[in-house]
């Protein structure tokens, strides 16, 4: 096929053409691009195939098959609703980065071997990290430093795995890494590089940090992509790695614990995105046929409820001009269509029937059960119980209940309201009719979610919690403090050690700046410029002379 | 009638009507393929799991690891360098 079959084209071509383009034409573009993109998805057989040769190497950038499509559709939706709830924007620079995000999404998922993959992962990272700083605060753009250091900490070991695994006559195509004896160290190293994008505990940091930092709009895009990019490679590449099970259920809960100490309301939604993704981490890691299709169908409805709760919490943030719980109270009343939509999303995540949620999230927990890890469905469980407690009620009682602190709300642009009615509609649609979504699963699992069993073990698990906060309201309340966690080595001790260190090193430049390079003017004064203090010449002659004195010093003691 | 006590009889009654509707349909799955574990068969098991679920989350979130590492919202400086 032609590179213009291939879905990510139209997203980068979109982007290119926005960026170009002003007023009515770029809002067309823009919401053209996913809407081509799912098109062109559409329209690719499995015997689609694309590659491209550089010296030494065939690059093969497009293989379909059920698992990529799967992802590719759901990309594609969410890239639409993402663009549709930024189109009031002025600024084309995160609306722009947000469809070269969803592009280099479109890339991995594509991708037929490892190389392929690896250069959309990094176009990923710099995508989203152009989304954080488009935010233009003070705050996002140190976040989105942090951001890139880890992720270029995380990349380095992915290519440094794939490397590896080439050097050690390893395939180059983009295929399962596990085996019967278990991974090697190449596998070892791609599986923590994608346990970085996959915000496992304790490399999921940069999530938690910077989601909040982002734009309103900017952390609905990402909501969708790093995270489930992350997943898609796992599904791709670890089915059934052990380890993915229990750290998966850890995250599950991690996550939760994390949300009900939150107080920022887009910091508890980034909490449940490591909570989330740790029910399909854990599903992979199962690696039955079941708890895999179910973590595939886990990302596909958590990317829309996940899109309508930080579009919800967008809203909330637009209008009231805050996200602290602490802050806000009684919106119920101004804001009763956001209140609705974000309890579809909010009862979605929490596996409530009949929305999306429930029919994804109950395949992994029935498929831990059937794999006879009790341990591992128990603790699910939880987190569905912690998930519930603190969004469906915790975030939902203080922001639209709770104390009534006579808010006076900013009106939405409408294509915000309509991007949300967009992901109620599809959350609730899905959950109505599961079939549409398990005719797609990439391993063809037949369900059935709706026995009078699983829809009542649902209905009491949230009755039982909704008791729960009732009792523990008082423990509950939220407070006007922030939780540390593991980013705090990097953002205390770390700079207490590294900015000492480098105002030492700038002082030590200065000095031989100062007195070193007068040296050198003063035994060859021919050098001399009229102005003293600038002589970049001067500069790079002395730097040159203390490397060649270094490397004779070095030559001549060996 | 205060909010809270509606609420208090809304839940309840919401609870003894899947209890009623469990105890109603289990002895359909009673030792079927479904029940891997006691908990499986056992009468409003998920009713007690997410009460007791919810306490064990708040007290240990709130409780034991709040307190030790919970900081004022400026921590962290913002702003330049």
């Known amino acids: 096929v032609s ?22 034409l770029r809002k067309i573009v823009l919401l053209a691009s996913p809407a081509l993109a799912l098109y062109a998805v559409s329209m690719l057989t499995p015997d689609a195939v694309l590659t491209h040769s550089i010296p030494g190497f065939t690059l093969e950038l497009l ?21 549709l ?21 479109l890339g991995v998922v594509f991708a037929g071997d490892w190389l392929t993959m ?17 935010a233009r605060t003070p705050g996002s753009h140190r976040a989105g430093l942090r951001y890139l250091f880890i992720h270029v900490v995380g990349g380095g070991t992915l290519f440094a795995g794939i490397l590896l695994h080439w050097g050690g006559g390893g395939d180059t195509f983009f295929g399962p890494m596990t085996g019967p004896a278990g991974l090697s160290p190449a596998g070892w190293l791609i599986l923590t590089g994608v346990c970085v994008n996959a915000a496992v505990p304790p490399l999921h940091t940069w999530l938690t940090d910077a989601y909040p930092e982002c734009s309103v709009t900017g952390s609905v895009v990402q909501s969708a992509f790093t995270t489930k990019t992350a997943v898609f490679v796992l599904l791709r590449a670890f089915p059934g790695a052990e380890p993915l099970a229990v750290l998966g259920t850890v995250m599950a809960v991690y996550g939760v614990i994390y949300a009900v100490m939150s107080n920022d309301i887009r910091r508890l939604l980034a909490y449940h995105i490591v909570s989330q993704v740790g029910f399909m981490v854990a599903g992979i890691g199962l690696g039955t046929t079941m708890s895999m299709d179910g973590a595939a169908a886990h990302a596909f409805c958590h990317i829309l409820y996940k899109a309508l709760l930080f579009m919800g919490a967008g809203a909330i943030v637009h209008a009231a001009g805050t996200g602290k719980l602490t802050e806000l109270g009684g919106l119920w009343r101004k804001m009763p269509v956001t209140m609705i939509l974000f309890m579809i999303g909010a009862f979605s995540i929490s596996g409530l029937p009949p929305f999306n949620g429930f029919i994804s999230k109950s395949i992994t927990l029935a498929s831990a059960g059937e794999a006879h890890r009790p341990l591992i469905e128990l603790f699910l469980e939880l987190a569905s119980v912690g998930t519930f407690l603190s969004i469906g009620l915790k975030l939902a009682y203080f922001a639209f209940l709770g104390t009534d602190r006579d808010i006076t709300p900013k009106p939405l642009p409408p294509n915000m309201v309509g991007a949300m009615f967009g992901a109620a509609a599809l959350c609730t649609l899905l959950g109505v009719f599961p079939g549409v979504l398990y005719d797609l699963l990439p391993l063809g699992t ?10 009542l073990s649902s209905l009491q698990l949230h009755i039982g919690t909704a008791a729960g906060f009732w009792l523990l309201l008082k423990l509950l309340w939220v407070r006007p403090y922030i939780a540390l966690d593991v980013d705090w080595l990097y953002r205390k001790p770390f700079p207490a050690v590294l900015f000492p260190l480098v105002r030492g090193m700038r002082a030590f430049g200065g000095f031989f700046k100062e007195k070193g390079v007068a040296a050198v003017y003063s035994t060859v004064p021919g050098f ?8 970049p010449v001067g ?20 | 009638v205060s909010a809270r006590y509606k609420l208090f009889l809304g839940l309840s009654g919401a609870a003894l009507a899947t209890l009623a509707l469990d105890y109603l349909t289990s002895h359909g799955h009673h030792g079927g393929g479904h029940a891997a574990y006691w908990w499986h068969s056992m009468i409003g098991f998920e009713l007690l799991y997410g009460l007791l679920g919810a306490a064990v989350l708040s007290v240990f979130a709130k409780l034991l690891v709040f307190p030790v590492i919970k900081r004022s919202e400026d921590y962290y400086p913002e702003g330049e360098e």
């Not at chain 1, 213009?4 to 002003?22: K, Y």
């Not at chain 1, 009031?88 to 280099?104: C, M, R, Y």
């Not at chain 1, 037949?446 to 829809?455: A, F, G, K, Q």
Request: aromatic content about 18%.
């Open chain 1, 446 to 455: 037949e369900y059935h979610p709706y026995t009078s069993s699983h829809v």
């Open chain 1, 85 to 105: 709830y930024q189109l009031h924007l002025d600024d084309a620079g995160e609306p722009v980065s947000s469809l070269a995000l969803a592009g280099g999404a």
């Open chain 1, 539 to 558: 500069m790079a002659l002395f730097w040159g002379i203390v490397f060649l004195s270094a490397l004779a010093l070095y030559s001549w003691n060996f």
């Open chain 1, 118 to 134: 690896f250069v959309f992962w990094e176009a990923m990272t710099v995508a989203s990290l152009f989304v954080i700083w488009f």
């Open chain 1, 528 to 535: 001399m410029d009229v102005d003293a203090k600038r002589m």
């Open chain 1, 63 to 83: 293989r379909v098959d059920r698992l990529s499509r799967f992802f590719a559709i759901i990309f594609c939706i969410a890239s639409f609703l993402g663009t």
């Open chain 1, 3 to 24: 590179v213009f079959q291939h879905p990510a084209a139209f997203l980068f071509l979109g982007a290119v053409l926005a960026l170009l383009s002003r007023g009515k």
